[in-house]
T-cell receptor, first 108, second 112 residues
């Protein structure tokens, strides 16, 4: 069974700070996705990365897929309170699996 | 596009009762997924359908759970009999192909 781990589990920062969250596995994935989930809502897809080493930017968010396609990172620059939420990575391999998530709180 | 629509948003029931959760996927999507989310176990895939046919139900916890998709615009997840440990948020999601999955806003189930 392919598993994804995410770190940190919880993160609380001040507005304007930068942060990085990580998604790791011992398995290779054909692609990896990042979702953000806000309270009372379902996860919303942010990005899909497919190629090892790929970097994608979405405004202040930068996503990177590891060269070996086993891990990924999400970097947020100058975090804002609106970035608060649960960040989930999900990998497409033998199955489609979600990580446990990083719960981010950005304080004004 | 109204997105994936789930009903009810909240369900409170007593142990032993039957619970039916409903989902209307996005029109034109050929995949439909049922997930369960809890603090302890995160987001778990229960079952998914492709063109209304169940493909993988290995995530269904036990025989008390069943899911149907009688047509392309409707699916149900039924729990009979319900137990307190079934309390969770249940999400339905749909996609065209398996890559860009759209989630509904979930049904919060509480079994007392």
């Amino acid at each position: 069974t392919q598993l994804l781990e995410q770190s940190p589990q919880f993160l609380s920062i001040q507005e304007g700070e930068n942060l990085t969250v990580y998604c790791n596995s011992s398995s290779v994935f054909s692609s990896l996705q990042w979702y953000r989930q806000e309270p009372g809502e379902g996860p919303v897809l942010l990005v899909t990365v497919v190629t090892g080493g790929e970097v994608k930017k979405l405004k202040r968010l930068t996503f990177q897929f590891g060269d070996a396609r086993k891990d990924s990172s999400l970097h947020i620059t100058a975090a804002q309170p609106g970035d608060t939420g649960l960040y989930l990575c999900a990998g497409h391999g033998q199955n489609f699996v979600f990580g446990p998530g990083t719960r981010l709180s950005v304080l004004p | 596009d109204a997105g994936v629509i789930q009903s009810p948003r909240h369900e409170v029931t007593e142990m032993g009762q039957e619970v039916t959760l409903r989902c209307k996927p996005i029109s034109g999507h050929d995949y439909l997924f049922w997930y369960r989310q809890t603090m302890m176990r995160g987001l778990e895939l229960l079952i998914y359908f492709n063109n209304n046919v169940p493909i993988d139900d290995s995530g269904m916890p036990e025989d008390r759970f069943s899911a149907k998709m009688p047509n392309a615009s409707f699916s149900t997840l039924k729990i009979q009999p319900s137990e307190p440990r079934d309390s969770a948020v249940y999400f339905c999601a749909s996609s065209s192909g398996k890559m860009r999955v759209h989630f509904g806003n979930g049904t919060r189930l509480t079994v007392t």
